[in-house]
């Protein structure tokens, strides 16, 4: 009878640490960060590469950026350039929303350094198979000026994360 009781522990155990692994696992197809020490300089791109194998998943893909209180602005435009293995690239022109009207700062974090997960593409497949590079540029600029800010002051890390 003890023995049995100890094969029906270590079978609880074990099935607990089995569900406790599965549950556990990160669901990242690719996640990725760029860290940026003086703010993003608008001629230095986040760049990304990955390789897709499956050409029939679906993915939902973010733009991670994380912002410390120096960040001027409520909003971030961004240019997102995705160059296939083969083919033309695509160039998406994106803006986001970075903090609420009064002026705090949108994102999660309990210090001055707030994550944004801003969402890029939800359910895209990559339809070709191999490497795939993502470059993302800012493109802020101040009101009634046409050329943009050479630097984003405020930009610690710039991420890509595909699930």
């Not at 556990?24 to 300089?41: H, I, L, P, R, V």
């Not at 909003?75 to 002026?103: E, H, R």
């Not at 974090?109 to 993302?136: A, C, D, M, P």
């Amino acid at each position: 009878m003890i023995i049995s009781n100890k094969r029906n522990i270590f079978k609880v155990v074990a099935l607990s640490t089995i569900f406790a692994v599965i549950g556990c696992t990160n669901t990242d197809f690719f996640n990725e960060y760029q860290s940026f020490s003086n703010g993003w300089k608008k001629n230095q791109p986040a760049v990304f590469s990955f390789n897709s194998k499956d050409t029939v998943a679906k993915h939902n893909a973010y733009i991670n950026i994380r912002t410390n209180n120096k960040y001027p602005y409520s909003n971030l435009f961004v240019i997102v350039k995705t160059i296939p293995p083969t083919g033309n690239a695509i160039v998406d022109t994106l803006q986001y929303q970075m903090a609420n009207a009064d002026g705090t700062m949108l994102g999660s974090g309990f210090s001055n350094v707030k994550e944004h997960k801003l969402i890029w593409r939800e359910k895209t497949t990559f339809k070709k198979q191999g490497v795939y590079k993502v470059e993302i540029v800012h493109a802020l600029r101040k009101v009634n000026q046409v050329k943009g800010d050479a630097v984003l002051n405020g930009i610690t890390d710039v991420g890509l994360q595909i699930k």
